[in-house]
């Protein structure tokens, strides 16, 4: 019993009890403490920076890529490989300069022709249900040396071609007294010209309302204008596509360099 409770001193003494607390020794100095204190904050200020830079990674690597996004929004084409976005504001005064806008002149029809001129690429045949057509229907093959698939245009470029057309009948007369060639829609047969120009009118207004682009465009006061008249700001500013990778893609895919069909629609 006697060596019981000298033990029992010699814990008390110690500055521990049987609750394993701190009772008259403390576990360390003062110096100790503020060790303990600085060690337990470095240790839960690294631990919150390895979680936020966990998360940041997390997020970051779980962001599909531009071409994964557009694979998940657009219909199949081979080309969706080049497809690259860009923000820029496009100038759009109403009196804006432009190398594509003016009196045709032989350098500015050919600008325009450089834009939609390309021919064809190859689409693979088994891709062809993607576009929903079918595989059985009489295609167009391309030489099996460019994958002898179907033959496809891109039709961003055939909107092109349809306002180049819409362009020219606006300059008819300026064609005319120029002296330079005409177009292939101003020497049309009347009822053709007629009919493409439909045509190409009602192709725009259904791929316009497909897109149904809600972008904004502002409207302008004019304080010194005592009429209450307003200006509209034309420069929008737009997430576009990159134009000249797309048609750099075109380039090296070409697999017929002219296509040309019974309504008198060509390329090169």
Not at 1 to 29: I, T, Y
Request: hydrophobic fraction near 35%; aromatic fraction near 10%; charged fraction near 25%.
């Amino acid at each position: 019993m006697e060596q019981d409770r000298a033990d029992e001193g010699l814990l008390q003494d110690e500055g521990l009890d049987r609750g394993f607390s701190l009772k008259k020794r403390p576990l360390v100095d003062e110096d100790g403490q503020r060790f303990i204190g600085h060690a337990w904050t470095w240790t839960i200020q690294s631990a919150m920076l390895a979680c936020s830079l966990t998360l940041f990674i997390l997020s970051w690597s779980g962001r599909p890529s531009d071409e994964a996004c557009v694979r998940k929004l657009f219909p199949y084409s081979p080309a969706l490989e080049a497809v690259e976005y860009h923000d820029e504001t496009l100038p759009g005064a109403f009196l804006q300069p432009s190398p594509y806008r003016g009196t045709p002149t032989p350098d500015i029809d050919a600008r325009w022709e450089k834009l939609w001129d390309w021919g064809a690429f190859n689409v693979p045949e088994d891709k062809i249900p993607l576009l929903n057509k079918s595989a059985d229907d009489p295609w167009h093959h391309t030489d099996p040396s460019h994958g002898g698939g179907v033959a496809g245009l891109f039709w961003g470029f055939h909107q092109i071609h349809c306002l180049d057309l819409l362009r020219q009948m606006s300059y008819k007369e300026e064609y005319e007294k120029s002296g330079q060639r005409l177009p292939s829609i101003l020497r049309d047969p009347e009822a053709l010209r007629r009919t493409h120009l439909d045509h190409c009118i009602e192709l725009i207004r259904m791929d316009m309302m497909c897109q149904a682009d809600v972008t904004p465009y502002l409207v302008l006061d004019r304080p010194d204008d005592s009429t209450g008249a307003l200006n509209i700001d034309f420069s929008v500013f737009k997430r576009c596509r990159d134009f000249g990778k797309v048609a750099n893609w075109m380039k090296d895919h070409i697999a017929i360099s002219s296509v040309r069909d019974s309504e008198g629609h060509h390329s090169r």
